[in-house]
Structure formats: structure tokens, C-alpha cells
């Protein structure tokens, strides 16, 4: 009989991994071990109770100095929902998704409650805004897949940051951190694997030698699901013999992204240099 997690572990890391001793078995902790994004959603509808429920669970995250700098938009006029779709139409699950909820950065807010001059533009305000947004998100994704439902997170918005502020009226000092996707799963998807706690868990100093380990996890990766055949710019960067995910990974973050997100803070009263 195998261990608890072992095949939990294995299914998540490609490999076994040593939990050092007996670790108690939890079947919560099991099924974020085998947590996955989901893109396809049935018909069936999420009730109302359910979404408020998961809106609860998200905004019960832990927030930097009880500031509480997230804010969601749920989306759930069809006019509006179509326009936000429409700007990445090669992502058909933004407008497919039973809900859909855009969570926002919001460093406005303390600048409004308060009645002293307080400044919330600078790098700090942006910083802390932007993880609370992010950890209200995480929070509402393992909600929801806790309750049985699937979710995208999107942060493709960014991409088209002056439409999207347009359509959901974001005043200054407010930003989206990413949408969300909410849906009953179609299928059951896959889980991608992660890289190994060699690679991602240092032990009293930062140590960046385990570069073997990537290798390793590369091929792994590859053993289970090759994504040799979907090379991203062969043009500009030639057909590799090998394709993993770090060659995958390298050559995506060398298309630029966001490229707008930073005049358009700007021009919302941040000041990222201070
Ligand atoms: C902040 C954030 C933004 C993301 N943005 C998008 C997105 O715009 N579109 C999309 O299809 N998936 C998006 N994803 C999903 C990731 O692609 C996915 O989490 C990743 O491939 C790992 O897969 P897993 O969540 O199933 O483990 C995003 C995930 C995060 C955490």
C-alpha cells in the first residue's frame, strides 16, 4: 500500500517525492495537490448562494496591515461580458464561463476613507494592493474547486489595459490584478506539472545551483506530455531538437506583454519610482 500523497505527489511533481517522516492524511490537502485550471464549463448553472459563498471565502484572505486593498467586479451583465471577451478572442472561455470576476488592485480606497492627506501611489500602495488582489483570487480559486467547480484565472486584461479600465469604469489607483473564470468543469483536464522542491525551496539562503534539476524536470515533462510539435516562433528562434518547458517558458517571456500597464499606472496617479 503506498504512503498517503504518494500518488498525489507523483501525479503533481513527476516523481516521488520524500516527505521526510509520516505526514497526516487530509483529503483537502490531496485535492490541491491535484488542483488544475479549467477552461471548459458545462451548462449547468452556479447558484447564486454558491458565488457569494466563494466572494466570502476570497475576501477572508489575510490582508497586508488589514489595509484590505482588493475589490472584485463580478461581471454579470451579457453587453458587458461580451465587450471584455472581445478584446482576446482566442481565449473563448472569458466569454463561455458561466461567471466571470475581475479582481482589482484597489490602493484607492484608503485614500478615500481617510481624512488625512494620505498618498497611496507609491510603489508600497501598488505593491500591497496588488497581493491582496492576488491572495483574494487564489483564495476564491481554491474555494471554488472545494465547492466542485473549475476556474481560469485571467491576467491576459492587462494586455488591453485602457479598454478594459473603459468598460469597468476603474477610476485612479485602481487596476486589475486578473479575471477570474467560474464554471462546473466539462471535463476533468490535466494537471501540470511543477517543478521539483529542489529547484523551488532553498534551505536558509537563496541557492539557485540546481540547475540539473531543471534538466531533470524538462524531460519529465516532456515523457508525459510533449509539446515538441507546438514550438512557439520557429522563425525567430529555429526548431529546437529537444523542446521542454524552459525552452517553451524563455522563448514566451521574450514577446513582450503588458507593455501599456505601466503609462497607464502612471497616468492613474501612481508613482512606481517612489
Ligand atoms: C495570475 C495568473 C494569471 C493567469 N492568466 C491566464 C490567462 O490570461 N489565460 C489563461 O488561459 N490562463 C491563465 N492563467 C492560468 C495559468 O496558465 C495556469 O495556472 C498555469 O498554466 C498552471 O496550470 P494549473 O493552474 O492547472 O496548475 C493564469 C494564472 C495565474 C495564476
Known amino acids: ?4 500523497y504518494t500518488d498525489e505527489l507523483t501525479a503533481r511533481f513527476g516523481c ?7 505526514a497526516e492524511d487530509n483529503p483537502w490537502i490531496r ?16 447558484p447564486e ?30 453587453g458587458q461580458r461580451d465587450k471584455l471577451a472581445a478584446l482576446i478572442p482566442d481565449m473563448p472561455w472569458i466569454g463561455g464561463a458561466p461567471v466571470f470576476l475581475v479582481f482589482l488592485g484597489d490602493a484607492r480606497r484608503l485614500e478615500r476613507i481617510s481624512k ?3 498618498n ?6 501598488f505593491f500591497n494592493a496588488t497581493v491582496d488582489a492576488a491572495l483574494a483570487l487564489q483564495t476564491a480559486t481554491l474555494a471554488a474547486e472545494t465547492l466542485g467547480l473549475g476556474t481560469c484565472p485571467i491576467s491576459v486584461l492587462r494586455n488591453h489595459i485602457e479598454a478594459v479600465g473603459e468598460i469597468l469604469a476603474l477610476p485612479d489607483k485602481v487596476f486589475p490584478v486578473a479575471g477570474l473564470c467560474l464554471g462546473y468543469p466539462a471535463q476533468q483536464g490535466f494537471i501540470s506539472m511543477r517543478l521539483p522542491p529542489d529547484v523551488t525551496v532553498h534551505r536558509d539562503r537563496y541557492d539557485d ?10 524531460r519529465r515533462r516532456d515523457t508525459r506530455h510533449s509539446i515538441k510539435d507546438r514550438q ?4 525567430l528562434f529555429g526548431t529546437a531538437e529537444f523542446y521542454g518547458w524552459s525552452e517553451d517558458k524563455a522563448r514566451q517571456a521574450m514577446s513582450p506583454e503588458g507593455t501599456g500597464f505601466a503609462e497607464w499606472l502612471k497616468a492613474r496617479g501612481f508613482d512606481l519610482s517612489k
Request: charged share 25%; glycine share 4%; net charge neutral.
Open 116 to 118: 488625512h492627506p494620505v
Open 49 to 78: 448562494a454558491v458565488i457569494r459563498l466563494i466572494l466570502a471565502a476570497a475576501f477572508s484572505a489575510s490582508s497586508k496591515s488589514d489595509y484590505q486593498q482588493a475589490t472584485a467586479i463580478r461581471v454579470d451583465d451579457r
Open 1 to 4: 500500500m503506498s504512503e498517503p
Open 232 to 235: 512557439k516562433s520557429p522563425e
Open 31 to 46: 485535492q490541491v495537490l491535484l488542483r488544475r485550471t479549467q477552461r471548459r464549463y458545462s451548462d449547468r448553472p452556479v
Open 16 to 22: 516521488a517525492l520524500d516527505l521526510g517522516g509520516a
Open 209 to 218: 545551483s540546481a540547475a540539473a534539476a531543471v534538466e531533470a524536470y524538462d
Open 120 to 125: 497611496n501611489g507609491s510603489l508600497e500602495g
